[in-house]
């Protein structure tokens, strides 16, 4: 980062800090959430009940049209060349035999590509969300081994394809850090995260661990991952007469995309237009990557609507994923367990212009009250690609090392692991200071362990064998904060007949539009099948990105805002004669397609005799919620207690997840049937983590050596058990609906849970993700 | 020569090059056949073959030149659904519903291997005549269908449900 950089984001963090300190002194009543939304109250409604998701049927059926399906008039096919060094110049590119290949329509490279921005990085304006600032094909420099050096487009994918494997280059290599180890020697800096420096201190952590009663300290490391969403990155876009540039993409955040592109390419932001209704998966990946801007690009130079499909190596050459880490936790505590030092340090690996260092430590500034406590992220630069948010970016990781060792540090102490985290729960957000906004993690854990039958476990490990095979048991804590970006903004239009929803948010799976119905038919008072929710395209209003478990949050305090202003608007053409007449919009709720009196539900008028009587066909309003201040004013975070019970073979060292349970804190529950199918997924992942995710590099080359489903194991169907989740269901008082975010902490805790239960099962302790047998024998 | 697909006579194409996977999404339009890989491990371009699964990807376009081909379009539509489609809605068996006509096309197919007494590798018998339909047979016979969403619990349980099987974990 370079000095001027420097400054400004230092300037900002101080900006930001000294803003937080005056909305968490601010009265309740200044902050929204302060008033518990009305529907929390309601437990009557659609909210909370299982709905089939809306989409399922046109997905079952293979009828819902994904961005890679949209077929233009005209539209060629584009394939990728790559670099094959980590960093260095490109002194020959030959494109000839490329050009002269059937069916080839242009070779594009930097020789020839249009001038482009270099892209806003992450967090530098309002919709800025690329993970770095690197020029998009526009010189000879090779910054990562996998970088795009030329884009084919034919007239079929089999000649693209065929085309870009006939582009050679010679280049001049120059040193680069690819490996971590490598890139640690040579030093390290502070990271930050949010423009928040990643770094928290109180009292001598280090010499509260040296008088400690108990204490451990290990180091512990995670590797590379990649998201692997099934969906390969694609795009199928258009110049169109006008100079829109339209793009269908499967994106997570189309209103950044649009923006972000106009930038780029020098055009209004109108001027580019993102659609997205269906994502195949996204955990984060399905942001902005050099792709979207190649194939824009290609089709402006070839004048003609191109296609872009990333084939699954393409994916890993070109889209970041969650970044190493190797992280020290040291835990001090008394004779009775409470801890007194608490320190997780350590590093994580970035390239020079990603704007995203593992926020590792994260997920500790509010898990345990501690004596003194010592949180610190160190950045050490890698010549690769840049890494990214991928599911729980910071709590992931940064959960597997603390829970292991508190794990720990409750078999030298003696103390049950359950116990030993009751006795260390804080009262108040330990760093911050600020109280919590709900957290019942020890109702959590009560229900999870009755559940499970965490009273069958014996504490020694090597204590249990079934035949050939060791059983164990673990658990962890899980957590995610609460999240609400600025930039929310939904439109209502409302008929007799029903109302329409409209907001630029995202569907990858997590059920958002369904849950988004049921709570505006509750809002509304209408049936779910009078409800049209339309998001997915950079045209709607809001910037709303589906990532930070923030989406329903956002999408929620949205349509409230548009839904006052309508309830505002109703009132002034219901006019005098209306039995709802001078009510103010405090004062109604709506119920049965109309408007009530709250204190006199029998004081009613419905929507379609308001509008008749105004000669009014439709309504249409549109809002802006608040600024996020309530982040500021709570501290706010989901939880969740995680148990697996394991199997390792005695002879072979094959781990097994026979039982896996997660009891989940996290405010009120909007449908259970897709949150249930959010928190599963969330922990599979965390399976996939524990047991058999890493990207593996070449650390000569800094090339990834297995860029396939075949050599970068996901969990598959026989290794995933019965999986039951349950939840509190305690709503929230001071967040939309009384929910907090379920999309990613069902990956949190669950890698520790897993190694907990494998230490149980067997007696050794893996440090080292992801727990391979190797490990065990 | 022709293939059918979903009953309907196709010309192969002249580029042999051209998978049975890009033949359905690309030249009949059939893009409910997905592509995930283009290289047989995620499952996802699964297709029915004269009535077995194969992985579109991994077959040339020619290759099924007479065969009859049935894709996630001629099991049902939105409006009437296979019952396996359906269970898949009703249990959750999908999220981003990506992988979900390769999953449903590979558990077609594969609940007539069980039924033809085909063992697979958890097997404890493979001899035997009949084949119990366990849930670990069940997981088996899909591990080679990735979901990377974690639908994995509900797509075992749609496809009990819809197959009327009566499994033991």
Not at chain 1, 101 to 125: D, E, K
């Amino acid at each position: 980062m370079s000095i001027i950089k420097g400054a400004k984001a230092r300037a900002q963090g101080l900006a930001m800090g000294a803003l937080a300190k005056a909305v968490a002194l601010a009265p309740d009543s200044w902050i929204p959430g302060s008033t518990p939304d009305p529907l929390i109250r309601r437990r009557s409604g659609h909210t909370g009940k299982p709905m089939s998701r809306l989409d399922g049927p046109l997905k079952v059926a293979g009828q819902a049209r994904f961005a890679a399906e949209i077929a233009l008039p005209g539209m060629a096919y584009a394939a990728l060349a790559h670099a094959t060094i980590a960093k260095g110049r490109i002194t020959a590119l030959d494109t000839a035999a490329a050009e002269a290949a059937p069916g080839v329509v242009l070779v594009m490279t930097y020789r020839n590509a249009p001038r482009l921005q270099r892209p806003p990085v992450f967090m530098s304006s309002a919709k800025a969300a690329w993970g770095d600032d690197l020029p998009i094909l526009q010189d000879d420099q090779v910054r990562w081994n996998g970088q795009p050096i030329a884009v084919v487009v034919a007239e079929t994918q089999e000649q693209a394809d065929h085309a870009a494997s006939l582009v050679t280059a010679i280049y001049a290599e120059e040193p680069a850090a690819t490996a971590f180890a490598e890139a640690k020697s040579k030093g390290s800096s502070p990271g930050s995260f949010m423009m928040q420096p990643l770094h928290n201190e109180s009292g001598d952590a280090e010499k509260a661990l040296a008088a400690a009663h108990f204490r451990v300290d290990a180091t512990y490391t995670t590797p590379r991952h990649n998201h692997n969403a099934i969906e390969l990155h694609g795009l199928t876009c258009a110049w169109e007469a006008d100079g829109t540039l339209r793009i269908h993409d499967a994106s997570q955040m189309v209103a950044h995309e649009a923006w972000t592109l106009a930038r780029i390419f020098g055009l209004a932001e109108e001027k580019v237009v993102v659609t997205s209704p269906f994502v195949g998966g996204g955990f984060g990946g399905k942001g902005l990557w050099q792709h979207q801007v190649l194939a824009a690009a290609a089709a402006k130079l070839a004048e003609r609507p191109v296609r872009l499909l990333l084939p699954r190596e393409g994916v890993y050459r070109l889209v970041g994923g969650r970044a190493q880490t190797e992280q020290r936790v040291a835990l001090g505590a008394d004779a009775n367990g409470r801890l007194t030092a608490l320190i997780h340090t350590g590093f994580t690996a970035k390239p020079p212009a990603s704007a995203m260092p593992e926020p590792f430590i994260v997920p500790t500034r509010s898990a345990y009250a501690a004596g003194a406590m010592l949180l610190d992220v160190q950045v050490v630069e890698v010549d690769g690609l840049s890494n990214t948010f991928m599911r729980a970016p910071g709590e992931a990781v940064g959960t597997f090392a603390v829970e292991c060792a508190i794990d720990e540090l409750a078999e030298v102490a003696g103390i049950d692991p359950i116990e030993l985290r009751i006795r260390n729960e804080p009262d108040k957000d330990p760093v911050s200071g600020l109280p919590f906004s709900g957290r019942n993690l020890v109702e959590a854990y009560r229900l999870g362990a009755e559940r499970f039958g965490w009273d069958r476990r014996s504490p020694a490990p090597r204590s249990r064998r079934e035949g050939e095979w060791w059983v164990g048991m673990g658990c962890a804590t899980g957590t995610y904060p609460y999240y609400r970006m600025p930039g929310g903004a939904a439109r209502i239009t409302l008929t007799a007949e029903g109302a329409t929803v409209d907001i630029a948010a995202h569907e990858m799976g997590m059920g958002t539009a369904t849950a988004a119905t049921q709570v505006a038919a509750d809002r509304l008072g209408l049936d779910p099948a009078a409800i049209t929710f339309n998001y997915g395209d950079s045209t709607l209003p809001g910037t709303v990105m589906a990532g930070g478990s923030q989406q329903t949050a956002s999408i929620g305090a949205s349509v409230v805002a548009a839904h006052r202003a309508l309830v505002a608007e109703l009132v002034k053409l219901a006019g005098n004669d209306s039995p709802i007449a001078g009510a103010k919009p405090d004062e109604l709720s709506c119920r049965d397609a109309g408007l009530c009196r709250a204190d006199n539900e029998a004081a009613y008028e419905s929507y379609a005799s308001i509008l008749a009587r105004a000669n009014r066909p439709s309504i249409t309003v549109e809002a802006t919620p608040s600024m996020p201040f309530e982040m500021m004013h709570w501290s706010m975070h989901s939880h969740s207690a995680m148990f697996a019970e394991v199997r390792v073979n005695a002879v072979t060292g094959e781990i097994r997840v026979s039982r896996f349970l997660g009891s989940f804190d996290c405010g009120r529950i909007l449908n259970s049937k897709t949150a249930a199918s959010q928190f599963r997924g969330g922990i599979i992942m965390g399976l996939g983590l524990a047991l058999m995710e890493e990207t593996q590099f070449d650390a000569r080359t800094g090339r990834i050596m297995n860029p396939s489903l075949a050599e970068y194991h996901l969990p598959v169907h026989l290794d995933v058990p019965d999986i039951e989740v349950i939840w509190t269901d305690i709503p929230d008082p001071h967040t939309p609906m009384g929910a907090r975010g379920i999309g990613e902490i069902g990956i949190t805790g669950t890698g520790a849970a897993v190694a907990n239960a494998v230490y149980n099962a067997v007696g050794k302790r893996v440090r080292d993700l992801p727990i391979t047998l190797d490990k065990l024998l | 020569m022709a293939l059918i697909v979903n009953g309907i006579e196709a010309p192969p194409p002249a580029d042999p090059r051209v998978s049975l996977l890009d033949f359905l999404r690309e030249h009949l339009h059939l893009t409910g056949t997905k592509v995930g890989c283009n290289q047989g491990a995620c499952g996802a371009c699964t297709v029915i073959v004269d009535g077995r699964r194969v992985l579109s990807c991994l077959t040339l376009a020619v290759q099924a030149d007479g065969a009859s081909v049935t894709t996630i379009e001629g099991l049902g539509t939105p409006t009437a659904l296979h019952p396996l489609q359906a269970a898949f809605v009703e249990h959750d068996g999908l999220q981003c519903g990506y992988c979900t006509p390769g999953q449903i096309c590979s558990a077609v197919a594969m609940v007539e291997e069980l039924r033809r007494g085909v063992p697979s590798n958890v097997t404890a018998d493979v001899a035997a005549q009949a084949i119990a339909a366990t849930r670990e047979e069940l997981r088996e016979r899909m591990s080679g269908n990735l979901c990377r969403c974690g639908a994995h619990n509900g797509i075992i349980a749609a496809i009990e449900d819809a197959f009327g099987l009566e499994t033991a974990a």
